[in-house]
């Protein structure tokens, strides 16, 4: 290697940590971590600034035949390598997020992988070499991927996960009705399970081609024919038939999404298809033009006017705070474990009480303070409160949140009394209720009183597989 001796030690580093993080990346469903170690991953929305920078940089002075100076070039790949393994920490201890997270962890490694084999290159002098550029280009699409999928398991599923009664936000004036309307109602209900991660019924649901693919038990359209089709036909299913689709626990289509997605499969299941090739007669019509009320806008209009200004100080790296649509004041903020904690963090959102309508606080070790300003937010319908210390004492300050609907609660020390303050909760549609010191007896007793509220009890089998297969490792 070219290195000067000062060089020398980073290039150890370099080279050991790009060894660790190949292993954390094989062997990533087998490890349980020390509590030290998670907590260093609490570091890592912060420091992924870093190498995107720096990296950034270095590709810009190679693409342009410039020396890259070797400094930046071991600072940027250092950098890239750590931020990656604090990554995996955080992911670890994130348990099982889904598809977006495992993309954006193999993507991550890859671009620290990518920039190490880089800098080892570089170190070769075989910088002006062709391969070199195009190492620097795929460098610069792999850390845009990651930015993005990084950015999703941040805000984006979690965003698109709150419960909306329909799809009237962005629509245009002359929308394509596969693209703007179709497409927008898959994806808030269908595509989860239906993609190219997740291919439940070997249906996939990106794209009209798909569609018309069809999925295990064949043609699932028939265009110009919605009564045939199998996707309408579940649709209409009784909710128990385990062939309705969503399945059981999942928020039902609306009855005007369901004539929309039969009127466009009966008009023929094209994507070009837009609304001013309609008469006015066609039901369709009528449909798209009730779904631009902007239902929303009047549901929150009375809340107090936020700038986005005030959104942007109150965000950081840990606080993620969004409008749930376009120029509407009811907000959504996501929160993350920081590497120093103090109960501030969510008693500084109190100038927002009345805006948040949907809370993610999960993993943060809250105590009654914070659940004393989350009582505040008098406008909040969706909280998640899971994976917290908090227990029966602190869930009483609960009673104050008139509209909340939805509520995770799983993995906590609630016990029985605070069923009896969820029973109270006049709003609740669902709530999320597993390993919690809630006896069966008395849970028994909430839905036979509470008919009204589908308690979830458990997370998708293969998830619990894994908690399960992790739970019994830590206890060795
Ligand atoms: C929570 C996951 C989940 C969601 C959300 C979901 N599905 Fe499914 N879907 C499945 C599973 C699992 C199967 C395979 C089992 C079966 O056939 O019932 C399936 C199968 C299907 C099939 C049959 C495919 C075939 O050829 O056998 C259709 C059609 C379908 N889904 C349509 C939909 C539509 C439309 C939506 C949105 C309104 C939707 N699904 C949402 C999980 C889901």
């Not at 094989?26 to 929305?45: A, C, D, K």
């Not at 009209?208 to 089709?229: Q, R, Y």
Request: glycine fraction near 6%; charge should be negative; aromatic fraction near 8%.
């Amino acid at each position: 290697m070219a290195a000067t001796t000062k060089m020398k030690w980073l290039d150890y580093a370099i080279f050991g940590s790009s060894v660790f993080l190949v292993f954390c990346l094989i062997f990533n469903s087998f490890i349980v971590l020390p509590r030290f170690v998670t907590w260093l991953g609490h570091w890592h929305p912060l420091i992924l600034h870093f190498p995107i920078v720096l990296l950034l940089l270095s590709i810009f002075l190679g693409l342009t035949a410039k020396q890259i100076p070797k400094p930046l070039m071991a600072t940027a790949t250092f950098t890239a390598l750590i931020t990656a393994i604090s990554g995996f920490f955080l992911g670890v201890e994130a348990g099982a997020k889904g598809d977006l997270l495992f993309w954006h962890q193999w993507l991550g490694g890859g671009t620290a992988l990518l920039a190490a084999l880089w800098y080892w290159l570089d170190g070769q002098q075989l910088q002006h070499k062709m391969y070199t550029k195009v190492l620097q280009v795929v460098l610069l699409i792999v850390i845009g991927l990651t930015g993005h999928y990084g950015g999703m398991v941040t805000h984006g599923e979690d965003f698109l996960a709150f419960p909306s009664d329909g799809i009237e936000n962005d629509i245009p004036d002359n929308p394509l009705i596969y693209k703007d309307v179709v497409a927008k109602i898959i994806d808030q209900r269908c595509i989860k399970c239906h993609n190219s991660n997740k291919k439940k019924g070997e249906l996939l649901m990106t794209s009209v081609t798909d569609l018309l693919k069809g999925g295990e038990s064949g043609a699932v359209i028939i265009p110009g024919n919605a009564e045939e089709s199998e996707l309408i036909a579940r649709l209409h299913l009784p909710d128990a038939d385990e062939k309705h689709m969503p399945p059981e626990g999942e928020k039902n289509l609306t009855a005007s999404e369901i004539q929309i997605l039969e009127r466009w499969i009966a008009l023929g299941a094209s994507d070009t298809l837009q609304l001013s090739h309609l008469d006015n007669s066609e039901p369709l019509v009528a449909l798209i033009d009730a779904l631009k009320q902007p239902k929303k806008a009047q549901k929150w209009k009375d809340l107090p006017p936020i700038t986005d200004e005030q959104i942007a100080q109150l965000s950081s790296d840990y606080v993620t705070i969004k409008r749930i649509a376009n120029a509407i004041n009811a907000l959504s903020v996501n929160m993350y474990m920081p590497p120093e904690y103090t109960p501030e963090m969510v008693q500084g959102l109190q100038p927002l009480a009345e805006n948040i309508v949907t809370l993610d606080v999960s993993g943060l070790p809250l105590g009654s303070l914070e659940m004393n300003t989350i009582a505040s937010f008098k406008n909040l319908e969706w909280l998640e409160v899971d994976r917290t210390p908090i227990t029966d004492k602190e869930t009483d300050t609960l009673k104050a949140l008139s509209k909340l609907s939805t509520l995770k609660i799983y993995d906590t020390n609630i016990g029985d009394k605070s069923l009896l303050t969820f029973k109270q909760a006049k709003n609740l549609k669902q709530i999320y209720l597993w390993k919690t010191a809630v006896s069966p007896a008395a849970l028994e007793k909430f839905k036979l009183e509470k008919p009204s509220v589908l308690v979830h009890k458990g997370i998708e089998p293969e998830i619990q597989a894994l908690f399960a297969k992790k739970d019994s490792i830590s206890k060795n």
